[in-house]
DNA sequence: ACACATTGCGCAATAG
DNA sequence: TCTATTGCGCAATGTG
């Protein structure tokens, strides 16, 4: 290949600015990755706040009707008299 | 320079290997956040799983105590039965 | 054969 | 002074 010919450099300008192109676009993507890591690291977050959330609460309803059962297998003569209120300690 | 000198193409030789294993340390990076980004992912979609189930259970529990809270208002009409007893529909 | 896109590679500047 | 990192251009190769 003639490195003078006007050609020559025509295709050289050409391809070196695809270069640039094709490198921007390809940094453009990793940065794109890294901002996705970001974000599923927040959701994630997110949902394991949740998570922690909706256990509680399905633990208080649990401990609820476990102390119901409790109350009809014990005492509850009657209605539902016994809310808690013989609690010494 | 002397690109001629032995201590040019020395220097030379060695800079060209550190690029390599920049560049391959760099690839390795990228490589390893798109993992990073599968992982978070299923990680996601683990907990959002988690999430739908733990919903349904604390939905199945709800519903128990409402069916519970409407037993006691329907037969039961003895002293904490004030708590809406006179409505019809 | 043509045009742009992607990639391996080396050079040089410069960061550390 | 040495390696590490980065922008850049060249050439080969991929893609359409």
Chains 1, 2 share one sequence.
Request: net charge positive.
């Amino acid at each position: 290949m003639d490195r003078g010919s006007e050609e020559y450099r025509l295709r050289r300008e050409r391809n070196n600015m695809a270069v640039k192109k094709s490198r921007l676009k390809s940094k453009q993507k990793a940065q794109d990755t890294l901002q996705r890591v970001n974000q599923l690291k927040e959701e994630n977050e997110r949902l394991e706040a949740k998570i922690k959330l909706l256990t509680k609460e399905l633990s208080v309803l649990k401990d609820l009707f476990l102390e119901h059962a409790h109350n009809l297998a014990e005492s509850v003569p009657q209605e539902t008299s016994a809310a808690g209120q013989e609690k010494s300690t």
